[in-house]
């Protein structure tokens, strides 16, 4: 059972460029979760999805940001015109059932560096 | 509302010697809590988790952690550190309230001198 993939590993933008984070959960998980950790920092909620849904999304900025998670595919997360300040490592977890005592599994993460 | 509060951002201890990671969390309900490890440009490992059964907790690695209500504590312990522990670790609290939402610690990183 592969684990959570995340794609690409790196990303390089330069300021006002799209970037494009995929996320494809491990088999069996339909509730995703989208976490920045900016340097020196720990991570920070951004929004939790399920298939078609956003669920909550109280932790991702309110311009630029988007995510998105269709029925069939990976889960995206879209920044639009990237600034520096968006560099980061961006983490996407899933988990099975979305309850409280569920595991969220990691992908190794994007590191994303806006020159 | 919940929270984590990990208490150093730094700890250095010799191969061989006790480890010890504090973390204390605010939680309005039953929380579950979880530590995880970061090694250097990787991704989240599990190291344990707590869901109200046993308060003493045992992960991976030879890490256990101890649940305790009265002083809103769950540090993680191990007793002989390994040079392999070298890393950042990492508190994480999910409370209930009608969906998973977890927050975490600001991190703590481990160094271990040979």
């Known amino acids: 059972n592969a684990g959570v993939m995340q794609n690409p590993r790196h990303l390089v933008r330069r300021r006002g460029q799209e970037a494009r984070l995929r996320c494809s959960p491990m088999?069996?998980?339909?509730?995703v979760y989208w976490y920045r950790q900016l340097p020196e920092e720990g991570l920070k909620f951004m929004v939790y999805?399920?298939?078609?849904?956003?669920?909550?999304e109280s932790g991702m900025p309110k311009e630029r940001f988007s995510a998105e998670f269709p029925k069939e595919g990976p889960s995206i997360l879209r920044i639009q015109q990237v600034v520096r300040g968006d560099s980061a490592a961006y983490f996407c977890?899933?988990?099975?059932?979305?309850?409280?005592?569920?595991?969220?599994?990691f992908g190794p993460g994007t590191r994303l560096t806006v020159l | 509302a919940q929270s984590v509060t990990q208490l150093d951002s730094h700890v250095s201890v010799s191969e061989g010697t006790p480890v010890l990671l504090r973390c204390n969390y605010s939680?309005?309900?039953?929380?579950?809590l979880f530590w995880y490890v970061q090694h250097p440009n990787k991704g989240l490992q599990l190291l344990l988790k707590?869901?109200?059964?046993?308060?003493l907790v045992k992960g991976i690695n030879g890490f256990e952690a101890e649940f305790k209500k009265s002083e809103t504590s769950f540090h993680l312990t191990k007793p002989s550190a390994h040079m392999s522990d070298a890393a950042e670790y990492f508190c994480?609290?999910?409370?209930?309230?009608?969906?998973?939402?977890?927050?975490f610690g600001i991190g703590t990183k481990l160094q271990v001198i040979p």
């Open positions: 977890a899933s988990s099975p059932l979305g309850q409280v005592t569920d595991t969220q599994y």
């Open positions: 088999k069996g998980h339909s509730h």
């Open positions: 999805l399920q298939k078609e849904n956003i669920i909550d």
């Open positions: 939680s309005s309900y039953s929380p579950s």
């Open positions: 707590y869901t109200s059964a046993a308060t």
């Open positions: 994480v609290v999910s409370e209930a309230g009608g969906y998973q939402i977890v927050t």
